[in-house]
């Protein structure tokens, strides 16, 4: 329902009814779905839990936290659900690669009939 409220999905009610995505998956960031699940606290607040901690007023954490906290606020809100589905997708491709070669190598090998 978060999701439903911020517009990332749409729901449908009755019995072929569901969720489905509200905008294009290229459109929706996986910052929009944090934001919307558990919000963005952790990524602005400050690390040691001081209510005041800024540059201009560091906690005793906050210049080892804040490259961390620029890294992952950067990485969700480049990162789209249609770049999830595309890693996903090629994942199970190469498991299905990798599983398929197993197989033929552990096939008995043939060898012509020479007699």
Same mark, same amino acid.
């Given at each position: 329902q978060d999701l439903v409220h911020a517009r990332l999905l749409r729901s449908s009610k009755g019995p072929r009814g569901g969720y489905a995505l509200a905008r !294009?998956? @290229?459109?929706? +960031?996986?910052?929009?779905?944090?934001?919307?699940?558990?919000?963005m606290s952790d990524l602005e607040g400050c690390a040691s839990g001081f209510g005041r901690?800024?540059?201009?007023? &560091?906690? *005793?954490?906050?210049? !080892?936290?804040? &490259? =961390?906290?620029?890294?992952? !606020?950067?990485? =969700?809100? @480049? @990162? +789209?659900?249609?770049?999830?589905?595309?890693?996903?997708?090629?994942k199970r491709a190469l498991l299905?690669? +990798?599983?398929a070669s197993r197989r033929s190598a552990r096939? *008995?090998?043939r060898t012509p009939n020479t007699g």
């Open positions: !294009r998956a @290229t459109a929706i +960031t996986l910052l929009d779905i944090k934001a919307a699940i558990e919000g901690c800024s540059d201009d007023m &560091p906690c *005793p954490q906050h210049e !080892r936290f804040k &490259p =961390l906290r620029v890294a992952m !606020r950067k990485y =969700l809100a @480049t @990162t +789209t659900v249609a770049d999830m589905a595309q890693a996903l997708a090629e299905a690669q +990798t599983r096939r *008995p090998r």
